[in-house]
T-cell receptor, first 114, second 111 residues
Framework: DVKVTQSSRYLVKRTGEKVFLECVQDMDHENMFWYRQDPGLGLRLIYFSYDVKMKEKGDIPEGYSVSREKKERFSLILESASTNQTSMYLC?????????????FGDGTRLSIL | RKEVEQDPGPFNVPEGATVAFNCTYSNSASQSFFWYRQDCRKEPKLLMSVYSSGNEDGRFTAQLNRASQYISLLIRDSKLSDSATYLCVVKGNNAGNMLTFGGGTRLMVKP
């Protein structure tokens, strides 16, 4: 089974802090994604990466950056956290080698910015 | 207009009932379609892919109508454990495997 692991289930940070959310997958997947999920808005794509050191903006990249230095790890960075970034953050991975390329999700990180 | 639209529900049904969810998508170039299930405070998990010919997995049947840009999920003989949010998901014609998620339909199966 694909395992996507997010470093924290719950995280509380303060406004203005730099926040790192880490995601690791163990299936040698090429593609990795960061979403946020908010009530009434569903899942929205922040950034994705289809290879090491490659990154592409999703629908809502403002206020975020990402890093993919190794294939198995995709980090989401909040440069200066703000209260409107309080949300559930979900990491996912997928591979062209898997038919239809379904995405496999981590457990999610519930981030609160005070 | 949202790219993928679903009725948010909730759908409240008794155990044993048959329930159907619908989903419409706006991008006619969409290539792949999925239903994901998400339990409260958990991550989405793939329930089934949706094929043009329709496909069935136990009590679950998925249908795709490309002409009408419409996907459906039918659950027969509902169980309490089917209570969850069902996400309609569409993959467009893009190289990065970007998926577009519907807002989800909440199902509550009551005893």
């Amino acid at each position: 089974d694909v395992k996507v692991t997010q470093s924290s289930r719950y995280l509380v940070k303060r406004t203005g802090e730099k926040v790192f959310l880490e995601c690791v997958q163990d299936m040698d997947h090429e593609n990795m994604f960061w979403y946020r999920q908010d009530p009434g808005l569903g899942l929205r794509l922040i950034y994705f990466s289809y290879d090491v050191k490659m990154k592409e903006k999703g629908d809502i990249p403002e206020g975020y950056s990402v890093s993919r230095e190794k294939k198995e790890r995709f980090s989401l960075i909040l440069e200066s956290a703000s209260t409107n970034q309080t949300s559930m953050y979900l990491c996912a991975s997928s591979s062209p080698r898997e038919g239809n390329q379904p995405q496999h999700f981590g457990d999610g990180t519930r981030l609160s910015i005070l | 207009r949202k790219e993928v639209e679903q009725d948010p529900g909730p759908f409240n049904v008794p155990e044993g009932a048959t329930v159907a969810f619908n989903c419409t998508y706006s991008n006619s170039a969409s290539q792949s379609f999925f239903w994901y299930r998400q339990d409260c405070r958990k991550e989405p998990k793939l329930l089934m892919s949706v094929y043009s010919s329709g496909n069935e997995d136990g009590r679950f049947t998925a249908q795709l109508n490309r002409a009408s840009q419409y996907i459906s999920l039918l659950i027969r003989d509902s169980k309490l454990s089917d209570s969850a949010t069902y996400l309609c998901v569409v993959k467009g014609n893009n190289a990065g495997n970007m998926l577009t998620f519907g807002g989800g339909t909440r199902l509550m199966v009551k005893p």
